[in-house]
């Protein structure tokens, strides 16, 4: 499975970023994906997952309101739409797929398989 992320870049505080990943695996729907970040200096964290229909998201306490994980699995893609960019949501941004179709979400970096390059964002003050 290769993924490919993109649409980081550099944006104010209070603006708004869409990140997309793009899947190659034809059964992507059959996984669940997430969302993490690595900021400079720290280790990468969770940001949000979705089940693999998209029924089901999960997101962590700082991105709660603000962020929203979505997916298109005719498109093989999962998006996540990033609003009110505060500088601590700096980071290199992260998509994974989960290693084994289950129903359910995680927001555990273990359970990830397989992880896209990554793509920057950065948000200034």
């Known amino acids: 499975v290769q993924l490919q992320a993109s649409g980081g870049g550099l944006v104010q505080a209070g603006g708004s970023l869409r990140l997309s990943c793009a899947a190659s695996e034809r059964t992507f729907s059959s996984y669940g994906m997430g969302w993490f970040r690595q900021a400079p200096g720290k280790e990468r964290e969770f940001v949000a997952a979705?089940?693999?229909?998209?029924?089901?998201?999960y997101y962590a306490d700082s991105v709660k309101g603000r962020f929203t994980i979505s997916r298109d699995n005719a498109k093989n893609t999962v998006y996540l739409q990033m609003n009110s960019l505060n500088a601590e949501d700096t980071a290199v941004y992260y998509c994974a797929q989960r290693r084994r179709s289950t129903l359910g979400i995680s927001y555990d970096q273990a359970d990830y398989g397989y992880w896209g390059q990554g793509t920057l964002v950065t948000v200034s003050s």
């Open positions: 979705i089940n693999r229909s998209g029924g089901g998201t």
